[in-house]
């Protein structure tokens, strides 16, 4: 009787996890078709319309996060190349990103910059001169500098009962109440690794894209599309608030939204070597040329009033791998004590190129003049550019 009883339960047992098993079957199904009808489109093609990416770790706004947060950064490269694939399946026309990889990413080291950076958050905070100084809050001190924005470079931090001391000199320390570690932007442009004959671009805010009916003239809401991907360009339609980019067969995003690479293989007139560099102000981008085949393009943070970068013929001087850059007034509210800038080109007076480790918003004016990229695509352009290229800076 016993051993009846048992084979009972084991049976009853095994239905109940094949009911559950169904019930959770009819559950995703569900789920799927409810996905399919917000997003208007047939559930083989929701890829297309509904990616699940993770959540901006930075709450969406492209800020930089502190350091040490353990957050697993949106990984937009992977998904860019899918998506890019996917749209050209279907089209009229056979363009290379259906069915190659065009392009890759900059290499880079782990970590990228000698320094971990932090932002000091009220101008002239204590630096003490030891960090037993630091601990106990000794007068043993100097102190950061007046600018209105102060970030300074560290190479290593100490945790003495719960609270963190980042060394920022030989053996010079800030406390966490003076100096708050920042992380620089993951963003990084592309290495075109064939010949493409399409026009590309960036996507600069999370948005849909804008469906236009063909019969009577009506916006519709097309597809989510994320900031910093990389899309075709189908074609180009220009009205009196601007251009228009269709970017999915059918699907727009306006100017504001969208940085248009625009090629352009005709060298400037005093490039004897078909390499230089094409900056766009309007668009925000930038492309290395080498034996007159684009290389490279990515985005920009060009100057923004009053400190707008100025078009012009220019040619690469002086290349420093890091250096303090300053405006140490402390009367003007833009001054600024950024150091150790890595990867800087300067190209006239103090003019450069370099690397932005205190902002993500390439795609948009946010410099005092200079021309910034994130830290992997200043890397990149540092270790291609040579003294003397060109540099055309477009309006």
């Known amino acids: ?23 959770y079957s009819f559950f995703l199904l569900n789920q ?25 770790t930075n709450g969406g706004d492209h800020r930089p996060m502190p350091v040490g947060k353990q957050v697993v950064p949106y990984d937009f490269h992977d998904d860019l190349n899918r998506t ?54 000794s007068n043993n001190f100097n102190r950061s500098q007046l600018s209105a924005v102060v970030y300074m470079s560290y190479s290593d931090f100490a945790v003495i009962d719960g ?14 109440e ?27 805010e999370d948005r849909y894209s804008i469906i236009i009916d063909d019969q009577t003239g009506e916006e519709k809401t097309g597809q989510w599309f994320y ?37 352009n293989l005709i060298p400037p007139a005093n490039v004897k070597n078909c390499r230089w560099i094409d900056v766009s102000i309007s668009q925000q981008n930038l492309v290395i040329y080498d034996q007159c085949k684009m290389v490279f393009a990515t985005l920009i943070s060009s100057g923004k009033h009053p ?25 003007d509210p833009d001054s600024y004590y950024l150091q150790d800038v890595p990867w ?22 946010y410099s005092h003049g200079c021309i910034t990229l994130s830290p992997a695509d200043a890397r990149f352009v540092y270790s291609w550019v040579k003294w003397g290229d060109v540099l055309r800076i477009i309006g």
């Open 1 to 23: 009787m016993e051993k009846k009883w048992v084979l009972v339960r084991q049976w009853v047992g095994l239905i109940t996890c094949l009911a559950l098993m169904i019930t």
């Open 32 to 56: 799927n078709n409810l996905r399919a009808e917000k997003w208007n489109t047939p559930k083989d093609s929701m890829f297309l319309a509904a990616m699940d990416y993770p959540e901006q």
């Open 84 to 137: 890019i694939k996917t749209l050209a399946i279907g089209s009229d026309r056979e363009l290379m990103i259906g069915t190659e990889d065009w392009y890759s990413h900059p290499k880079a080291p782990s970590p990228l910059t000698t320094f971990e950076y932090g932002k000091v958050i009220r101008p002239a905070s204590p630096i003490y001169l030891s960090l037993g100084d630091a601990v106990i809050r």
């Open 163 to 176: 609270e963190r001391y980042y060394r920022v000199g030989a053996d010079q320390w800030m406390t966490e």
């Open 178 to 204: 003076d100096l708050i570690p920042e992380q620089y932007s993951i963003f990084s442009g592309v290495v075109i690794e064939k010949t493409v004959d399409f026009n590309f671009g960036w996507v600069l």
């Open 227 to 263: 900031r910093y991907q990389v899309l075709p360009v189908y074609s180009i339609q220009t009205n009196s608030s601007g251009n228009s980019y269709e970017i999915a067969p059918g699907e727009w995003l306006p100017d504001e939204s969208f940085s248009f690479v625009s090629i």
């Open 307 to 331: 400190g707008w970068t100025a078009p012009g013929l220019y040619s690469i001087g002086r290349k420093e791998e890091y250096i303090t850059l300053t405006d140490l007034n402390p009367a």
């Open 344 to 365: 800087v080109m300067f190209y006239a007076g103090s003019w450069a190129i370099h690397s932005a480790y205190w902002h993500d918003n390439f795609g948009f004016p």
